[in-house]
């Protein structure tokens, strides 16, 4: 086997780490009331203090460009959005909307708080959104967001450059936003939980890539400093948050590592204070390394091993068939991740009630059938296989690579690996060769998250370049379906042709692991693997 690290090709963007992710239908009566907002605070809390936590450069610091989990999680405390949610129950909650209503899953009336503030001052307001839901949407600023609102009115009038603003956002007054989808859409509520409809004040239409370096928020907390790449973000509580909950300490410093190992490390050390996600080789002595302070928690984390189906090699899909058939995945979950994920048979993640866990005809380790099989399909002898670099994918990407050599006769395998950002640009220009490692998390509890983003055509995350029509059909129907049920059969008829098409390899689901210091406490992790740094306390 032949292993590369490839350096930053000219005009890379810098490292980031892990890509970014229940529907909420009307009632009979077409009034949707949130959920209350859950009480996350500890029981005896002491505000105030300063804690460290790991983190990966981001890909990008603005809502509408962020999809992956890095930014997201800093941009999550730096912003509000109309809706949160609570996930012990999956539901979407009022944040800065108080209430909400449809009668056909169509056209939707939101009415928002009047005490929100931007950090510098500025009202939030319907406007606000109106605005930054359409500079988004614009193709002149390149969101990676952007396709998140396809389904509104007008959106493909702005994309065609027929129209400078989408008809179906509409600020009534300050207070009352309304938004008029082209398709029945009952996740709506929950969607606008997501980073992507975060609002943006106007002075970060003037330059937005000083807002980038320094953003504007209406978050718990606000920027302390400028980012400074590849070494922290620092943010304040911001005091003038009118919601409940707001931040516990006083201050958080995101500390950026280009390696995980070293987080561990300086966590040991008690140089940094929360690691979210331990490296896999650690797993076997983390007990003993940290005592009680590690937490284990179940979440939505998806890796997948993608195919690059632009690549002719790779377009039958018996060899997709074969290649995940030939992966034995529990030795590797034993032996490198000391039984911290679970063997993936799905697509849809079991901490989704919509999960079933034999959706996968190809799932199951068969090397007799698989090597028939790639064979009769002629698959490729020769391999290149794509990872990126310092989050503990060495390893177990070997011992994939190890078992198509010993089960499908592949005879050589090279490795390229790159950090995140750089990674992804691979993908954006269609530059990958072979089969690749890549992870989703849900952003917001739905099945419709699980798929739409990442396998329907023409979406920025669906890096596999997968199109199926009647994949897309049920997706959409299941998004307009008129009650949960109804919608939840539409997303497994919509899983069963994912998985017969296979664009992926499921290999497995993460219990996260993370530990830190004595100095912290109240350290919980929520099925997006994001660290609820808001309510951790800081024992002084």
């Known amino acids: 086997m032949t292993f590369k690290k490839r350096g930053a090709r000219a005009g890379a963007l810098v490292a980031a780490v892990a890509l970014l992710a229940a529907a909420c239908g009307s009632d009979d009566d077409g009034d949707d009331t949130p959920a209350d907002a859950p009480d996350d605070a500890p029981a005896e809390v002491e505000a105030g203090g300063e804690f460290s936590i790991y983190l990966c450069e981001p890909q990008f610091l603005v809502p509408?460009?962020?999809?992956?989990?890095?930014g997201s999680a800093v941009l999550e405390q730096l912003f509000s959005g109309l809706t949160a949610v609570d996930y012990d129950t999956g539901e979407a909650y009022g944040l800065i909307a108080t209430d909400w209503e449809t009668d056909d899953n169509i056209t939707w009336t939101f009415n928002l708080r009047d005490d929100f503030t931007f950090h510098n001052g500025d009202p939030v307001t319907a406007q606000?959104?109106?605005?930054?839901?359409?500079?988004?949407?614009?193709?002149d600023n390149a969101q990676q967001n952007a396709s998140f609102y396809d389904k509104f009115v007008g959106y493909e009038d702005v994309i065609n450059g027929d129209a400078d603003t989408m008809e179906g956002v509409r600020a009534i007054d300050d207070t009352t936003l309304e938004i008029e989808m082209t398709v029945p859409f009952s996740p709506l509520p929950v969607m606008l939980s997501y980073t992507g409809f975060y609002p943006i004040p106007d002075e970060a239409f003037d330059d937005i890539q000083a807002f980038q370096e320094a953003p504007i928020g209406n978050g718990r907390y606000e920027m302390d400093g400028v980012w400074e790449h590849d070494v922290e973000i620092a943010m304040t509580r911001y005091e003038d948050w009118p919601a409940d909950n707001p931040g516990v300490a006083d201050r958080i410093v995101w500390r950026i590592y280009d390696d995980i190992n070293t987080a561990y490390l300086d966590v040991q050390a008690g140089n940094l204070d929360i690691l979210t996600g331990i490296p896999p080789e650690r797993e076997a002595t983390v007990e003993t390394d940290f005592g009680d302070n590690l937490l284990r928690a179940e979440s939505s984390s998806f890796t997948y091993m993608g195919f690059p189906l632009y690549q002719e090699e790779f377009q039958d899909p018996d060899i997709r068939h074969a290649m995940s058939m030939a992966i034995d995945r529990q030795p590797i979950i034993d032996a490198i991740f000391s039984g911290a994920r679970v063997p993936a048979t799905a697509v849809i993640p079991p901490v989704l009630p919509q999960h079933r866990a034999d959706a996968c005809n190809y799932c199951e380790f068969d090397p007799e059938t698989a090597a028939d099989m790639y064979e009769a399909a002629g698959g490729p002898t020769e391999l290149t296989i794509y990872f990126n670099s310092g989050a503990g994918h060495e390893d177990w990407t070997e011992a994939v690579a190890n078992q198509w050599q010993q089960n499908l006769g592949v005879t050589d395998v090279t490795f390229e690996s790159l950090e995140f950002a750089q990674?992804?640009?691979?993908?954006d220009d269609n530059e990958i060769s072979g089969p690749f490692r890549l992870g989703w998390v849900l952003s917001y509890p739905s099945p419709q998250y699980s798929m739409e983003p990442i396998y329907t055509t023409g979406q920025s995350s669906n890096y596999t370049g997968y199109s199926n029509e009647e994949f897309d059909s049920l997706i959409a129907e299941g998004n307009g379906a008129e009650t949960p049920e109804e919608a939840?059969?539409?997303?497994q008829q919509a899983e069963d042709i994912l998985l017969e098409d296979l664009p992926v390899i499921p290999m497995w689901y993460e219990t996260r692991t993370s530990v830190f210091t004595d100095r912290v406490s109240n350290v919980d992790v929520d099925p997006r693997t994001f660290t609820r740094v808001e309510q951790v306390q800081v024992n002084e």
Do not use: I
């Open 423 to 427: 990674y992804l640009d691979l993908h």
């Open 488 to 491: 939840d059969a539409l997303y």
């Open 64 to 70: 509408g460009n962020s999809t992956e989990v890095c």
């Open 128 to 139: 606000s959104f109106v605005d930054t839901w359409n500079w988004a949407a614009d193709p």
